[in-house]
Structures are given as C-alpha cells and as structure tokens.
Nanobody
Framework: QVQLVESGGGLVQPGGSLRLSCAAS????????MVWHRQAPGKQRELVAF???????NYADSVKGRFTISRDNAQNTVYLQMNSLKLEDTARYYC?????WGQGTQVTVSS
C-alpha cells in the first residue's frame, strides 16, 4: 500500500515562505494526479492545488499567484512552494493521491 509522508511545515511570519514536500513510498506519481489539501481549525478541508501526470496545474483562487505545485517523478515527491503567506493560510496541509492521504504537516502563519 502506498504511503504518503508530508514534511516542511512550521511557524512563519506573514509574508514569509515555506516549501512543503510529500514523498510516496513507491513509484506512483508518474501516472497520477497529486493533490494538496488543507484544513484549518473549525473549517472544512479544502483543495489547495493539484498537478496532473503531464504537469498541468490548478490552484484555489485563495492561493493563486502565491503557491506553486510541482512534482519530481524520479524522487516520487510532490512539492508545494508557498510564498507571501497570510494568516489565513494557517492550516494542516495534506497531500493525496487517489484515496490515499498523508498524515499532514502543520503550517502556522503568525506574527
């Protein structure tokens, strides 16, 4: 069974940057769309961005122009580069492939 492990979260000031990584336990990336979601306390989980097997990307309006999703199939890893972070970006971030979810990594934006 595929396992997904996120990393790269942390505490950052508004306007700062973080780069999240999601590593898979085996080579599945090349044939699948990879998705980042997030969930803030008291809110529903929302889609942040996804990248298809051919590299096409799509973003939530709230992060467009600030976040960039990318993938490295050779490393079985998907990334989420987050710039110009805002207080409202505070959430637990999860990656997903198909019905498999990672455990998430916490991002806290605070001054």
């Amino acid at each position: 069974q595929v396992q997904l492990v996120e990393s790269g979260g942390g505490l950052v000031q508004p306007g700062g940057s973080l780069r999240l990584s999601c590593a898979a336990s085996r080579s599945i990336f090349s044939a699948n769309t990879m998705v980042w979601h997030r969930q803030a306390p008291g809110k529903q989980r929302e889609l942040v961005a996804f990248i298809t097997s051919d590299g096409s990307t799509n973003y939530a309006d709230s992060v467009k122009g600030r976040f960039t999703i990318s993938r490295d199939n050779a490393q079985n890893t998907v990334y989420l580069q987050m710039n110009s972070l805002k207080l409202e970006d505070t959430a637990r971030y999860y990656c997903r492939v198909g019905q498999t979810w990672g455990q998430g990594t916490q991002v806290t934006v605070s001054s």
